[in-house]
């Protein structure tokens, strides 16, 4: 695959493996999935969008543990709303997750318990265990946001979303399969503010 369909690809697995992780469903087994995928996905996305071997066979392996785990659990608002941009705009899938992602684990925080210091030690952040839980949460936001923008991800759809959309836009994210999954309980106001982060 080119580079951008791999970066793309290579973050929905990553938006799989935390949006499972964090689910209201999630469990032990899944857990294990989930947390080895976000590893795999850590170490090997950057080299497989330079089409290293290394990179291309770590995360063949990491797409496919994160799928045994979220189609046992579900996921969350970051695949609502990357649903509905793909079907208004026609937004590559994994680039609306990869925009969404870290916006949604922000908005999903303070709903995670320690969750995100198990994300943080997978994605390889160092020092997980002295930080507080604000500052695991933020270096759990900050090595997504990173790996995004090392595989060239843009940050946001700068232009193409219209305020006047945003009232459907938000009704469909709501009323996707994945939106009762999500950690935190949401509702159209809250998804239309979070579209407005990447407008």
């Given at each position: ?21 964090t689910t209201k469903a999630a469990w032990e087994i899944t857990d294990m999935f989930h947390l080895k995928a976000i ?10 969008v330079e089409n290293t071997k290394e990179g291309r066979e770590g995360m063949a392996l990491a797409q496919y543990i ?10 969350g608002i970051a695949h609502s709303i990357a649903h509905t941009l793909g079907a208004h705009y026609d937004t590559p ?107």
């Open positions: 695959m080119p580079k951008g369909l791999t970066a793309s690809t290579g973050m929905d697995a990553l938006t799989h493996a935390i949006e499972g992780y590893s795999l996905i850590s170490q090997n996305l950057r080299g497989a994160a799928g045994m785990g979220f189609s046992n659990v579900g996921l899938h994994g680039v609306a997750c990869a925009m969404m992602l870290p916006l949604v684990m922000e908005y999903n925080a303070e709903y995670t318990g320690e969750r995100y210091r198990e994300i943080a030690r997978a994605m390889g952040v160092e020092g997980v265990d002295s930080m507080t839980q604000e500052e695991y949460r933020k270096a759990a936001v900050y090595a997504v946001k990173k790996l995004s923008e090392d595989v060239g991800i843009p940050k946001n759809l700068s232009g193409k979303i219209k305020e006047e959309d945003l009232q459907q836009l938000a009704e469909d994210a709501f009323a996707d399969a994945c939106c009762s999954g999500n950690p935190r309980d949401t509702n159209v106001e809250e998804l239309k503010e979070l579209y407005r982060k990447i407008m």
